[in-house]
């Protein structure tokens, strides 16, 4: 059973940056893809970035696009997600999640088989 653990949350100005670390263990092996997904209060569970391991593929929200920056050691397994420029519309708490197969549609939560607990990030204004 894979396990997926979060960190590098926290508070921030806007305009400011953070970085996301998402490590996996206990058969990291099986991973195809990983990805970010975010989820604010009254709101779905909405897409972020994803990195599939084998070829590099990386996909962004346009949300996101030009502002974050989604990475991996794949020696690690661990997933990185660089934020920069900060709005107060990135408040969210993000979740690291982790596919085993192939999927066109790795926007979509029900195609990822694991999910970490979440961090919190909040941007103030």
């Known amino acids: 059973q894979v396990q997926l653990v979060e960190s590098g949350g926290g508070l921030v100005q806007a305009g400011g940056s953070l970085r996301l670390s998402c490590a996996a263990s206990g058969g990291a092996f099986s991973i195809f893809r990983m990805g970010w997904f975010r989820q604010a209060p009254g709101k779905e569970r909405e897409f972020v970035a994803a990195?599939?391991?084998?070829?590099?593929?990386?996909y962004y929200a346009d949300s996101v696009k030009g502002r974050f920056t989604i990475s991996g050691d794949n020696a690690k397994n661990t997933v990185y997600l660089q934020m920069n420029s900060l709005k107060p519309e990135d408040t969210a708490f993000y979740y690291c999640a982790a596919g085993k197969y192939y999927s066109s549609s790795v926007y979509i939560t029900e195609t990822y088989d694991y999910w970490g607990q979440g961090t919190q990030v909040t941007v103030s204004s």
């Open positions: 990195l599939r391991w084998s070829g590099g593929r990386i």
